[in-house]
């Protein structure tokens, strides 16, 4: 498949992420291993050359070729706007990751010459959960369907295994700055509300990537009063987990009664898979 924009669409139907590479990839030859019966690394020079990776692929992502005539069109719509380690990512000859959207998961990957039989067990990942936010921020791009897209981002972080929780996490950020331009340039009643909200879902980033003790710094810095109603329970399921997390447990216990069941059964999910 050549056509972005199709596979793209294919993505959200079938709940499935894109394996991305450009043409010029392609017809080069972008060399792996795969595991054979017997469990050994077997090296092949070109990745679409193997039918039955072809059809691993298939039965695991949507597969695309891009037109090296798509590269500059593409880029415009991410300069300025992206990491230098995601430019580097989306210029360079290796395989991308990318969601229903076009935006790339696996940014700090191995690199160009890789196992796809991890490959696959790492990034082959079931989208169900993400979809109507997927679908409502293809159809309009706002703040408020960016900012659900990246909740929905965070909220699959926390089910998911460490090896791939930190490119969610970055995914995540993606739509969380774009929400964050649009609240810059339009005009809201309730604008101080959502910005406390996409500064406590900053701050939910940490969470996820293992660090408390700045969860509990950041969100010791925001006074009491100045606690937006509707925010409330996200700061508290902020503090509750990051006391969870520490093992304080006498701490975490003034905070418990303020989260869902739904909350507490989220961080754990992250809490043990930590000491897995």
């Known amino acids: 498949m050549t056509d972005l924009e199709v596979a793209e669409r294919l993505a959200l139907v079938q709940n499935k992420?894109?394996?991305?590479?450009?043409?010029?990839?392609?017809?080069?030859?972008?060399?792996?291993?795969?595991?054979?019966?017997?469990?050994?690394?077997?090296?092949v020079k070109n990745l679409f050359d193997v039918p039955v990776v072809d059809s691993l692929l298939w039965a695991h992502f949507i597969p695309v070729i891009?037109?090296?005539?798509?590269?500059?069109?593409?880029?415009?719509?991410?300069?300025?706007?992206?990491?230098?380690?995601?430019?580097?990512?989306?210029h360079d000859d290796s395989v991308k990751v990318m969601d229903a959207n076009g935006n790339i998961l696996n940014v700090n990957d191995e690199g160009y010459l890789f196992n796809v039989s991890r490959f696959i067990d790492k990034y082959s990942m079931n989208m169900t959960m993400l979809n109507e936010k997927l679908t409502n921020y293809k159809r309009k791009k706002d703040f408020y369907s960016a900012?659900?897209?990246?909740?929905?981002?965070?909220?699959?972080?926390?089910y998911s295994r460490g090896s791939v929780r930190p490119e969610l996490v970055d995914l995540a950020s993606i739509y969380l700055d774009e929400a964050s331009e649009f609240l810059d340039q339009e005009n809201f009643e309730n604008k101080e509300v959502l910005m406390q909200r996409v500064n406590l879902m900053e701050i939910q980033k940490d969470l996820l990537l293992e660090r408390p003790?700045?969860?509990?710094?950041?969100?010791?810095?925001?006074?009491?009063?100045?606690?937006e109603p509707v925010n409330s329970s996200l700061r508290s399921f902020l503090y509750f987990s990051s006391y969870k997390m520490l093992q304080d447990h006498e701490s975490a216990a003034e905070w418990q009664s303020k989260v869902t069941s739904i909350d507490i059964k989220k961080v754990m999910q992250l809490i043990n898979s930590l000491q897995e």
């Open 147 to 158: 900012f659900f897209l990246s909740a929905s981002y965070m909220d699959f972080a926390f």
């Open 213 to 227: 003790k700045k969860v509990l710094r950041k969100l010791n810095r925001i006074k009491e009063d100045q606690v």
């Open 17 to 43: 992420l894109l394996v991305v590479a450009w043409e010029g990839s392609y017809f080069d030859g972008i060399p792996m291993y795969i595991n054979n019966d017997k469990g050994e690394e077997v090296f």
């Open 66 to 90: 891009l037109k090296e005539s798509e590269h500059s069109r593409l880029y415009e719509n991410i300069k300025n706007k992206r990491s230098t380690a995601y430019l580097e990512k989306f």
